[in-house]
């Protein structure tokens, strides 16, 4: 059974304190999806609560599975 198409409101905020780029994706008001490091050429997404690790080409794909993870395992 497939759940009820909504839509989830983000921002994506780059961490300064940091030596490799780094985003942070968070949903306004109430916590952090998750982060993004930029490695090697690849970008990789790490799950704010469970800690699981995603790699995508680009910045954007990242996004995406990040916030695809969160919708399906994490709300």
Same mark, same amino acid.
């Given at each position: 059974?497939? @759940? *009820?198409? +909504? $839509?989830? $409101?983000? +921002?994506? $905020?780059? !961490? *300064?304190? @940091?030596?490799?780029?780094?985003?942070?994706? !968070?949903?306004? $008001? *109430? @916590?952090?999806?998750? &982060?993004?490091?930029?490695?090697?050429?690849?970008?990789?997404?790490?799950?704010?609560?469970?800690?699981?690790? &995603?790699?995508? *080409?680009? &910045?954007?794909?990242? !996004?995406?599975? &990040? =916030?695809?993870?969160?919708? =399906?395992?994490?709300?």
């Amino acid at each position: 059974m497939s @759940k *009820k198409p +909504e $839509n989830i $409101n983000i +921002e994506i $905020n780059e !961490v *300064k304190d @940091k030596e490799i780029p780094t985003w942070e994706v !968070v949903i306004p $008001n *109430k @916590k952090s999806i998750g &982060l993004i490091e930029k490695i090697d050429g690849r970008y990789r997404a790490t799950t704010g609560k469970t800690s699981n690790v &995603l790699y995508a *080409k680009t &910045l954007e794909s990242s !996004v995406n599975d &990040l =916030l695809s993870y969160f919708a =399906l395992h994490e709300k």
